[in-house]
Every structure is written in structure tokens, then in C-alpha cells.
């Protein structure tokens, strides 16, 4: 038997590993372009190994876009967003899950549908509010605002918070504490990763959005850093090497981040498909 | 315990909900029924819906969208199903090197991997041609032909969204009971049986939820072909998304791109609900 186990894992790892290189090597292609000079792209056979021009590269990106100032807006723009949807979700999530109160079932009922509700249909309406109504084009706010409602964030918070023992929250009744400050002082901390969780994914949303910013941001100086790229990919006279390093840029933190910390990443992903 | 503080919780949600997602829910189907190319907006119940049963770019749009629907979704589940029965396995070793490897592409923004795979599939110097060229194969004209265009399309969906549905499936199968398994075992059942009877049982929720999460989002497909194949060659690869995005962000034709996003809609919700019916335990 034990030979029969030996034989059938190393078949599975013979299949699987070729698969997993495939898998890679768009990253990793990316990250050797980002690092050759610009005519070694255009080279057969393709470079495999990494080079030293990924300083000449950035000054190439940065010349066609300004991608620093991207980048920027990109932090903001995600870091804002993150911040308020996550409050906003988990505050929600609180109130689903510690109260019982009239009108529950349908505001539950209501965040479920919502999590059905393809985005195509929502999309036009809320640019018409962001940029017509409240004149947001081409602020941070007209990016942020249609972000900061998020039903699978309050779906994901309520679970967490169902899992919270009331006699914690009851205690802190006892004592005479605040509904609002048993929130924060003693159910939000108590939830930390989860909460950490939910925040890298919905960063990670934002960060990597195209379509909204596309549409609310037309002046460089706001572009985030997938429009910045965006906008270059179809021009003729463009550094790819520079396109290379925006992506690569744009890519590392996440796949470090991912590295280190791949359960949080897993317990937001799965938020919602597997029932706790 | 009475309190109004539930509503003071859910209000800066609920608003932001009512704004944002409630309200344009019905504005959009109210202005699938307006004619925007006239101003002021009128009211026209035909003008939009009548023109979209007769604009062949719509039925090419619908059509390669649910070419790639059909073809890449079940590819693509299929994979990510043997992925995560692989990673499940105690057969398997390095499971740390597997799981980073097919697990990362869900941080890489779809701009950064659309780029780099234009590059990857250029006809002269792609590294995919470079390799069929020294296998001996001619390679393909991949961006400017239309069957290898989609093809493209295809693989870059597969590679950034199998790891995701794998993730989710494996969530799935690690919440099956050891027990059944083993009580399997016990009765004799072999690999095959064991998998039948036991694994696709009690993953067919999720799956269910990985199929349907995948019928929503590729029905929405853009960003893809919009950066990586512009819809073409001609317009093999236009989908449904980019279409609207043309007909409302280009031609700033709200009211069709409406329609067009309440097709999607509509369809989202037939295929989906089909899918409940047909995989309904029974």
C-alpha cells in the first residue's frame, strides 16, 4: 500500500507542478519585462531571467503617465473607501445580528437580493448621481461614494457578529455602557481579524477597479493607477516596459501581502459561499 | 431587548443603499424606456427595447458572451474543482508552493494582467508563439484573428478566476465530514465511488454558488476585452459589457445601454435560477 501512495503522489505532483509554472509565468514575465530595457521585450526568444533596467523603465513610465501621483490617488482613493465600507458594513452586520427589532427580516432579505443584483444595472444611474447630480467627476468622493454600500460586507459582519457571545454584550449592559460604545469598545475589537479580513478585500476591490474610475475620472492628475495604465495600453509610441512596472508596481504589494497573510485573503473570499 | 439603536446602526448603511444601489435599480429599467438621444429625455416605451431585438451588434455581443460563457465557465470550474480535490489530498506535498501558484492571480488587477497578457500573445515576439514556433508549430495571430481572440480571452479569464472558485470550492470540501469518508471506506467504496457519492454531495452548494457567481460576473465581462482586444478583430470579441459601455459611456446613450443592462439582467436571473432548478437536490 505504501508503495501504491508513493507512486500516485508523485503522479499528482508530475501533473500538478508543470500546471503551477503555467500558472506563474504571466507574473513572472511580467516582472522580467519590468526589469529588461524596452527592446528586449520585443526579443525571441523570450527573456526569462531579470535585468537591471527597472529604474530607466520607471523614468519611461513616469515620462507617458504621471504614475506616482496614480499611485497616490489609488491609496487614497482605496484606503477612504476601505475604511467606510467597512464601518458601514459592520455596523449594519451589529445591528442584524445582536437586535431583534421590526422591520429586520426585510432589511436582511434586502442585503441577500442586493448580493444578486448584477452591477450593470445600478452602474449607469449611479454615474448619472456622481456626475451630473452631485458634480463629482474627477474628485476622490464621486470614486469613493458607490463603494461604501456594501452588501456582502454587511452579509460577512453579521456572521461574525452572530458568532459573538451575548453574554459579553449583556455584561456590558449590566454596567451601563452605551449600545454605541458596546460596538466599538468591546464587539469591534473583539472581531479584529475578521474585520482585517473584510478590509483587505474590499481594498483590494477598490485598488484594483477599472471600470468605475474610468468612467468619473478624465483629468490625469486623478487617474488611479489601472486608468493611468489603462489609458496607455492602447497608444502606439508607449514604453510596455513602463507598462510593465506600473503592473508589477501595482501587483507586488498583493502578492506579499497574499504570501504572508493568504488566510485573510481565503476568509473574505469565501465570506458568503460557505456558511459558518 | 427594545432599542432603537438597531436603526441608528443601519441608517448610514441604508442610505448609501438607497442612493447608490435601490434607487438606481428602478431608474435604470425607467430608463430603458427613455429616449436619451432627444433633449429633453421622453418617455418612448418601444424606442430602445424595439431597437435592440434589431441591432445585429447586440446579437454579436450576446452571442460571443455566451460563447465564453459556455465554453470558459465550465472549463474553468471544472479546473478549479480537480484543483482543490488535488489540494484537499494528503497525496499532495508542497501544498504551500501549489496554493501561492494557482491562488495569487485573485490580488492581480485585471489592467496589470491584460497588459502583460497582450504582451504574452503578440504574433511576432509573445512568448506564446515563441514557444509553439519552437515546438514547431507556425503559432497564431492571436489578437487579429477572431477564433484565437477569444481563445485569449478565454485563457486570461481561466488564469485569474480559477484560483478564486478553487479557493471557495476548497473551503467546501473541507467542511465535509472525515467521517463520511471513512464510513465510505468501511463499505468498500472505491475512489470513484467515494467522490460520487460523497464529495460532489456535500460541495454541490458551493459549487452551485461558484456557478452562479461566474454566470454574473462573465456576463458582465469588460475589462478584458476592452484592453486586451479592443472587441475585435471587427467585433469577434465584443461582449455584452462592452457594448454598453460604448452605447452609455461613449455615445452617452443612457437609455439603450439600460436596456442592455437589463438584458444582462435578465439573464443573470433566467440562467441562474435554471441552474437552481437543474442542480436542486432531490
Redesign the interface.
Known sequence: MRGR?FW??LG??AL?MPL??L?????W??FV?ATRPEYD??????PLLPGTAFCDNLNNLQEDTDFFRALWNSIVVSGLSTLGAV???S??G???A????RG?AF?FS?VVL?L??????????????VAREFQLTNTYWGVI??F??N?LG?FYMRQVFLSLPSSLLDAARVDGAS??RI?FQIALPLVTPSLAALALIFF?NV??D??WPL?VLSEKEMYT??VA??TL??LTRVS?AG??V???L??LP??V???FL?RY??AG??A???KE | ?R?R??????A???A??A???????V???Y?SFLNTRVYPWRLEFGTNWSRLLQDPFFFVALKNTLLILVVQVPLMLVLALILAL?LN?T????KG????????????????????????FNT????VN?LL??LGHPGYDWLYTPGPAMAVIIFALT?RWT??NA??LL??LQ?IPRELYEAAAIDGANFWQQFRYVTLPGIRP?LL??L?LSI?GT??L??EPF?IT?GGPGNATMTL?LY??QQ??RSFN?GY??A???T??LL??TL?FLQLRLWRER
Open positions: 501512495r500516485l503522489s499528482l505532483q500538478l503551477a509554472l500558472w506563474l509565468a504571466p507574473l514575465l511580467m519585462f521585450i520585443f526579443r525571441v526568444p523570450t464601518l458601514l458594513s455596523l449594519s451589529f445591528a442584524l445582536v437586535y431583534r427589532f429586520q432589511v434586502l442586493t444578486t443584483i448584477p452591477y450593470f444595472t445600478v452602474v449607469i444611474p449611479q454615474y448619472i448621481l461614494l458607490p461604501l454600500a452588501a454587511v449600545e454605541l460596538f483590494l485598488w484594483n477599472y471600470l468612467l493607477a489601472p495604465l489603462g495600453i492602447g510596455w507598462i510593465m506600473g503592473s508589477f501595482m501587483t498583493f502578492a501581502l497574499f504570501f493568504q485573503f481565503v473570499i469565501t458568503g459561499a460557505i | 431587548m432599542t439603536a438597531p436603526y441608528f446602526f443601519l448610514p448603511y441604508l448609501f443603499f442612493l447608490f444601489w435601490a434607487w438606481p435599480v431608474y435604470s429599467l430608463l488535488a489530498s497525496l499532495l506535498r508542497m508552493f501549489y496554493r501561492f501558484a494557482f491562488f495569487v492571480p485573485v490580488v492581480v488587477g485585471s489592467v496589470a494582467y491584460s497588459a502583460t497578457f497582450r504582451l504574452l511576432e515576439f509573445g512568448a515563441a514556433r519552437s488564469w484560483g478564486y479557493i471557495i473551503a467546501g467542511r458551493v454558488f461558484c452562479v454574473i456576463l458582465q469588460f475589462t484592453l479592443a459589457g454598453l459601455y452609455g459611456f443612457f445601454a439600460s442592455i443592462a437589463y444582462v439582467a443573470a436571473a441562474s
